[in-house]
């Protein structure tokens, strides 16, 4: 198993007002160890903005490349346009097509995506229509990523709709591409299965938790994530990303799992939204190696 780490980490939350450049990063993370990185798609990183051109993008790809790292996936910022509100369509796959096709540049293998919309944004009337209208949108974007090469993948989470473990199946099954896999996030997956936080109506929690989860959507993932959680949500939106160990997250029971998991070849590990998670990167790594080793 190669292990990434998720660049975005330095430059969301706390970093927000002081990010660390991607060059920096990279850096940092080559001389760690890392066999890869996972690019932040949202500024200052690899926005569309900074690298416009597939001349840019090819420097990217190969200043990474000189360091001895590789490309996991990108995470896109596709925020400015919401796929769930009517009307929306052409302008959310006009840009998705701008993005595939930075993706594609850089040699990435995945591209990660969101349902933009906030829990609390559709009201029992639109909640349905929202649900059909995002399913097509993603079923078409698979289709124009698959074209270029690379795949896409959704990331559940509390700080979007459509978190339920039951919604996600149904959201999978009704979007029916065979290009179009989820994201399972470690600690995603226990706010959604454990907590059931910020969930439309009715909570919805699993009595097997987190490994619960991952066994109902085997065959279904196209991209891990790790870290902990200790069961709360960062600025009452996302899951807390809480350093490895500090958590409840059982990482024995999970790993043996993760690692059967068909097709995939990059463990991401995400400190996202964490003060200090720069000085995280050494540690975080030796924690996933142990992890490895054991399992």
Avoid at 23 to 28: F, G, I, Q, S
Avoid at 95 to 103: C, K, M
């Amino acid at each position: 198993m190669k292990l990434s780490l998720g660049s975005w980490a330095f430059s969301f939350g706390p970093y927000a007002s002081k990010p660390v450049a991607l060059d920096t990063t990279l850096a940092r993370l080559a001389k760690a160890g890392y066999d890869g990185v996972e690019l932040c798609g949202f500024p200052p990183h690899a926005t569309l903005d900074e690298y416009p051109t597939k001349e840019s993008r090819r420097r990217l790809a190969g200043q990474i490349s000189d360091l001895g790292l590789g490309i996991s996936g990108y995470s896109a910022d596709l925020s400015l346009v919401n796929p769930t509100v009517e009307g929306n369509r052409g302008k959310y796959l006009d840009l998705f097509q701008r993005i595939v096709e930075l993706s594609a540049d850089i040699g990435s293998p995945s591209l990660r995506i969101d349902t933009v919309a906030a829990p609390g944004s559709l009201d029992d009337k639109s909640y349905k229509k929202a649900f059909d209208r995002l399913a097509e949108i993603w079923h078409e974007a698979a289709g124009i990523a698959q074209s270029a090469g690379v795949m896409v993948v959704w990331e559940f989470e509390p700080g979007f709709v459509f978190n339920k473990p039951s919604e996600v199946l149904a959201l999978y099954d009704r979007v029916e591409h065979p290009n179009f896999r989820l994201v399972f996030d470690t600690s995603h997956a226990y706010m959604c299965s454990v907590v059931g936080a910020r969930q439309y109506g009715a909570r919805e929690v699993l009595p097997g938790g987190v490994v619960e989860l991952l066994d109902k959507l085997s065959g279904r993932i196209g991209s891990v994530h790790l870290i902990d959680s200790d069961g709360t949500l960062y600025g009452d939106e996302t899951s807390t990303h809480r350093p490895f160990g500090e958590g409840k997250i059982d990482f024995g029971a999970l790993a043996p799992r993760l690692l059967a998991l068909p097709g995939i070849e990059w463990w991401t590990i995400d400190l996202s939204f964490w003060a200090g998670s720069w000085e995280l990167i050494d540690s975080s790594r030796a924690f996933v190696l142990d992890l490895l080793k054991r399992y």
